[in-house]
C-alpha cells in the first residue's frame, strides 16, 4: 500500500512518472560517497517541470516528508542520499539548453542539463562555461549549483557561483520564484541566487539556471614537473602563487592515481616520480610563453627531478585526462574515502605532508589529487572491500585531515559540499553563533523543514 504522501502526488502527477518499486528506487536513493548513510525513499518522481516539482514540494508539506532533489548522482558527500520514507525528486529529465545568448553572453538551461553538453553549446558560438569538475562528462548543472562546483579551471576562472546570474526554483512552501537577474550588474535586494549556490537543496529545489558565459580561451601552454614527494610538489604550487603566475590550471596527480587509471585504461602512463604537476598557461603569445618558463623555473627550484613546457600535446592532454579519470580508477580497488579540504597557497606543502603523515600513522593507503592551484587537494582513502578495521583506521585518518586543514586555516570542503560526510568538520570550522546564523536562514526558507533535512546542519 502506498504512504499518504505517494497517494497525494499521484493527485497531480501521472503514474509513469511517480516510481515506487524497491528494486527501481534504490539506484536513485545515494550518490557517489560510499561511506554516507541512506536508506529506501517511499517513491521517486521523474520531474518534468517546475510545476511538478512544486506538486511534489505541497504534497511532502502536507505530510511533512523530507523531499531530496537529485541530478546524475556524481555527488561525494552524500549530498542527496536519501533515508527511509523520504520522496526523490530527480531532475535528470529536465534536460533542455533553453537558450545561449552571444550577445548578453549568458545562457539559460534546465538543472538536468549535462555539464560538457552545455560547454560544448556556447562553444558553438564561441563562448565557454568556465565551471569544469572532474565530472563534467556526467554531472548535471543543477547538482553543480547544487554543491557549488569547481573543477581544473577555477583558480583562474572561478567556481559555479560566479557563473550564476539568476535560478528558477521551489521554494520551501512549494512556490515557484525567481531569484537574480540577466543583466551584467544588479544590487537589488539580496543575494539570494548567491545564496541558493551550494546549499544542496536544503533551501529549495532548482528548477532553471541562467550562467554566465566567457569567450572561449585561446590554446593553452602545458607545463609538467616530476616530483619524488608531494611536499616538494606543494612547494612548487606555492613557488608559483609567489611568483605572481595565474595558471588556468594547476593539477596534482601522484603515482597511486596514475597507476589505477594505466590498469584501468591501459593509458601507456609511465612516469618516473611519485608526483606529476600539470600546469596550463592560456596567457596569449610571449606573454604565455613567457608566465610558462618561469613555472618551469619555479617547478626546479622547488625540487623537480624534470620539469618542462610540454612540446608534445597529446601526451599532455593523456596526463589531464588521467586527472579526470583517478576517482573512478581508483573506486575500483576498493571502496574509498574522498576528502575535499582547501588550504591557503601558502600551507598547502605543510597540508600535504600532514596527510602523507596521517597515512602512516593510521596504515591507510591515501592517493592524492588537487587543484593545487588554489589548495583544494583531495586525498583519497582506499580500503580492502570487506575490510572494517581498515575503514575504521581511514576514517580516523580522514578526521585528522579535517583537523589538520582547520588548524591551517583552510576549509573541510572546497567543492564537494558538506553533505552527510562534513558535518562534524563544518561544526568544527565555524562559530556557535555562525552555526545559528544558517539555522535561521535554513528555518526561514523552510519552515516546515522538508527540504532535504538533516544536510549540512546536523
Not at 593523456?318 to 576498493?334: D, H, N, Q, S, V
Not at 526558507?445 to 544536510?455: A, F, R, S, W
Request: aromatic share 4%; hydrophobic share 45%.
Amino acid at each position: 500500500m502506498s504512504a499518504p504522501v505517494v497517494s497525494a502526488i499521484l493527485e497531480n502527477l501521472p503514474a509513469h512518472q511517480v516510481i515506487t518499486d524497491p528494486d527501481s528506487v534504490e539506484g536513485f536513493s545515494h550518490d557517489q560517497a560510499a561511506w554516507a548513510p541512506y536508506g529506501r525513499p517511499a517513491a521517486v518522481v521523474k520531474a518534468a517541470s517546475a510545476q511538478d516539482v512544486a506538486h511534489v514540494v505541497r504534497a511532502c508539506v502536507r505530510h511533512r516528508t523530507p523531499v531530496v532533489a537529485r541530478g546524475a548522482g556524481t555527488g561525494l558527500s552524500g549530498g542527496a542520499n536519501a533515508a527511509d520514507g523520504q520522496v526523490v525528486v530527480a531532475l535528470d529529465a529536465m534536460d533542455r539548453i533553453l537558450e545561449v545568448n552571444p550577445l548578453e553572453r549568458l545562457a539559460v538551461v534546465q538543472p538536468g542539463v549535462v555539464n560538457d553538453h552545455l560547454r560544448a553549446a556556447a562553444a558553438e558560438h564561441g563562448l565557454w562555461y568556465p565551471p569544469d569538475p572532474a565530472s563534467s562528462p556526467w554531472s548535471t548543472i543543477g547538482g553543480n549549483v547544487a554543491t557549488n562546483a569547481g573543477g581544473v579551471c577555477c583558480v583562474k576562472y572561478g567556481v559555479t557561483r560566479d557563473y550564476v546570474l539568476g535560478l528558477e526554483l521551489v521554494n520551501g512552501l512549494g512556490e515557484v520564484v525567481r531569484l537574480g537577474r540577466r543583466t551584467a550588474k544588479g544590487v537589488a535586494g539580496y543575494d539570494l541566487a548567491g545564496l541558493v549556490v551550494g546549499s544542496e537543496g536544503t533551501l529549495g529545489i532548482v528548477t532553471e539556471v541562467t550562467v554566465r558565459l566567457r569567450p572561449l580561451p585561446g590554446p593553452a601552454i602545458t607545463v609538467a614537473g616530476f616530483f619524488s614527494s608531494v611536499t616538494d610538489a606543494g612547494a612548487a604550487v606555492r613557488a608559483v602563487g609567489a611568483a605572481g603566475l595565474t595558471p588556468s590550471a594547476l593539477e596534482l596527480v601522484d603515482r597511486h592515481c596514475l597507476r589505477a587509471v594505466d590498469a584501468w585504461k591501459n593509458m601507456g602512463l609511465s612516469v618516473d616520480a611519485d608526483v606529476v604537476l600539470l600546469g596550463r598557461l592560456d596567457d596569449p603569445g610571449d606573454t604565455g610563453a613567457r608566465a610558462a618558463e618561469r613555472m618551469v623555473e619555479c617547478f626546479r627550484g622547488a625540487g623537480a627531478t624534470w620539469a618542462e613546457r610540454s612540446t608534445d600535446e597529446q601526451e599532455a592532454d593523456a596526463l589531464f585526462a588521467a586527472r579526470r579519470l583517478a576517482y573512478p580508477a581508483l573506486e575500483r580497488l576498493g571502496p574509498v574515502l574522498t576528502e575535499d579540504v582547501c588550504v591557503p597557497k601558502e600551507h598547502v606543502p605543510e597540508m600535504l605532508g600532514r596527510i602523507e603523515k596521517a597515512a602512516v600513522r593510521h596504515d591507510v593507503v591515501i592517493a592524492n589529487i588537487a587543484h593545487a592551484g588554489d589548495g583544494n587537494l583531495h586525498p583519497l582513502l582506499i580500503t580492502p572491500p570487506g575490510d572494517e578495521a581498515a575503514k575504521a583506521r581511514a576514517q580516523a585518518a580522514f578526521d585528522d585531515i579535517v583537523a589538520d586543514a582547520i588548524a591551517l586555516g583552510g576549509t573541510v570542503t572546497g567543492e564537494h559540499g558538506v553533505g552527510l560526510l562534513k558535518q562534524p568538520g563544518l561544526a568544527a570550522e565555524i562559530t556557535p553563533e555562525v552555526m545559528a546564523m544558517h539555522r535561521a536562514v535554513k528555518q526561514a526558507l523552510d519552515p516546515h523543514g522538508v527540504l532535504n533535512p538533516g544536510k549540512i546542519l546536523s
